[in-house]
Nanobody, 111 residues
């Protein structure tokens, strides 16, 4: 059974940084795409970033230049380094290996 468990969220001031992690288990992940999505209060879930099995990355316009997605295939772990955080980045952040989803980790950017 595939399990995805996110961690690393929290409260941070504008301009700050956070590193999210997603521990994956239940199958081999080195051959599939892994991604991050987020859902802000009152809004739909939106794409943030994705990384392919060979390391190719794709970012949303809002994440480009501030966020970095990476993966460690040896430990089945997905990361999202978030820098220069803004209040509009406040959301529940989900790890995904489609069709599977984690439970999310809350990121709040506020003074």
């Amino acid at each position: 059974q595939v399990q995805l468990v996110e961690s690393g969220g929290g409260l941070v001031q504008p301009g700050g940084s956070l590193r999210l992690s997603c521990a994956a288990s239940g199958r081999t992940f080195s051959d599939v795409n892994m991604g991050w999505y987020r859902q802000a209060p009152g809004k739909g879930r939106e794409f943030v970033a994705i990384i392919g099995n060979l390391g190719t990355t794709l970012y949303s316009d809002s994440a480009k230049g501030r966020f970095t997605i990476s993966r460690d295939n040896a430990t089945n772990t997905l990361y999202l380094q978030m820098n220069s955080l803004k209040p509009e980045d406040t959301a529940l952040y989900y790890c995904s290996v489609l069709p599977y989803w984690g439970q999310g980790t809350q990121v709040t950017v506020s003074t």
